[in-house]
């Protein structure tokens, strides 16, 4: 999305209500949703300092693909006020160094490099301004970027729920809705767009182990829209798909290659494969900011690795495993270009081969690599 096309007007009207990541009124801090507590409890954060905004990252209190750019963004602002610098030169290295170190929270989606490499090279694009005026820059790059993630979600609904039929058992995996996006989010856009027209859908919900975006935020965010969604383990996938209860299964994604392989949350390659199996359309959802032509195939993509007490201990009320059992713990797998039917994005619905589509459809960014 080119960032010319949005009036300082038309950011103010896609930014107005979004809660999950914003800027606090005095712009002191970012403010997030802790998505740790939901949905028992809706907590908000104020996050203030480089370590905060790091953490919030790395311990999914904020989390979605979008979510974490937005919040990375926002938090180059926060931080940028209070940088002594005395020319554009000096700010620049040190906007450099609050990059690197939020880039370092989470490496497997790549919306949080693209929007901290946003940021960084606007202030290097205009070092000869004052670090007052470089200051203004980012806070409305950080407001630009939310408010393209908005229009590009909106989108992706649009051609999203072009692909439904009123009725559809549709079965997603983790949390791609309002909560790790803007306003829509990206696979559960075209439910809540559908809803809004008087569609009806039924949802299978994955719990989504081992840290169950599925069970407490897809469900819930379904819920209190009034979506029919049912919770499943992850391992009941097959039985609904072979039920004939689903039409078309609807994820997103946290890095998309140059050939269409998908980084998704760890289990969606095997719900790709159970669809395959059931000849059920699999479809990967996501904005252009998800889509990374510096990888070529799934191959080059960073899976993150995460702490064994998410398997072992977390959410039970006493470990459920020997204390001293290995465990093996991605965060993400890829689901390989040959399972995806389609790949969803604001500029349309792409189909393989993946490698021409997504380069036709985002000739500006397949050119420059990023
Ligand atoms: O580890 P998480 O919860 O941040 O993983 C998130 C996902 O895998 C989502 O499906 C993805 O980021 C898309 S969000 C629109």
């Not at 064994?308 to 890829?334: G, H, L, Q, T, W």
Request: proline residues 4%; aromatic residues 8%.
């Amino acid at each position: 999305m080119d960032r010319e096309n949005l009036s300082e007007e038309a950011v103010s009207e896609l930014l107005s209500g979004i809660e999950n990541v914003r800027l606090n009124e005095e712009e002191t801090a970012v403010v997030i949703i802790d998505q740790t507590k939901l949905p028992g409890k809706t907590e908000y954060l104020e996050l203030k300092t480089a370590e905060e905004l790091y953490d919030a990252i790395f311990e999914l209190k904020v989390r979605g693909a979008p979510a974490i750019g937005i919040c990375a963004a926002y938090g180059m602002y926060i931080l940028s006020k209070r940088i002594r610098a005395e020319n554009g030169l000096q700010f620049y290295e040190k906007c450099k160094e609050h990059a690197a170190y939020l880039n370092a929270s989470r490496p497997t989606a790549v919306n949080l490099s693209w929007a901290l490499h946003r940021m960084e090279r606007l202030v290097e694009e205009n070092l000869s301004h004052t670090p007052a005026e470089l200051t203004e820059m980012l806070r409305q790059e950080g407001r630009r970027i939310q408010a393209e993630d908005a229009a590009m979600c909106r989108a992706i609904s649009e051609y999203g729920v072009s692909l439904l039929r009123e009725g559809d058992g549709i079965l997603t995996h983790c949390n791609a809705g309002p909560l790790a996006t803007s306003r829509y989010g990206t696979a559960l856009g075209p439910l809540f767009l559908g809803k809004e027209r008087g569609m009806h859908f039924h949802v299978f919900s994955d719990e989504t182990r081992p840290l169950l975006q599925g069970a407490r935020l897809t469900s819930y965010e379904l819920e209190q829209a009034g979506i029919d969604v049912t919770l499943i383990c992850d391992n009941m996938a097959s039985i609904v798909m072979k039920n004939g209860w689903v039409q078309a299964c609807m994820v997103g994604c946290d890095r998309i290659a140059a050939n269409g392989d998908t980084a998704n949350k760890i289990g969606t390659s095997g719900v790709a494969i159970l669809a395959k199996h059931y000849g059920i359309p699999f479809y990967v959802l996501g904005p252009s900011s998800t889509i990374d032509f510096q990888c070529k195939t799934g191959e080059d993509i960073e899976i993150e690795q995460r702490n064994p007490d998410e398997i072992k201990s977390k959410f039970y009320a006493r470990p459920m495993a020997p204390e001293s059992v290995k465990c093996y713990n991605p965060a993400f797998d890829v689901t390989d270009h040959t399972l995806i039917s389609a790949i969803i994005t604001e500029r349309g619905i792409l189909r393989a081969p993946f490698e021409s589509s997504l380069a036709e459809a985002f000739p500006e960014r397949a050119g420059a690599g990023r």
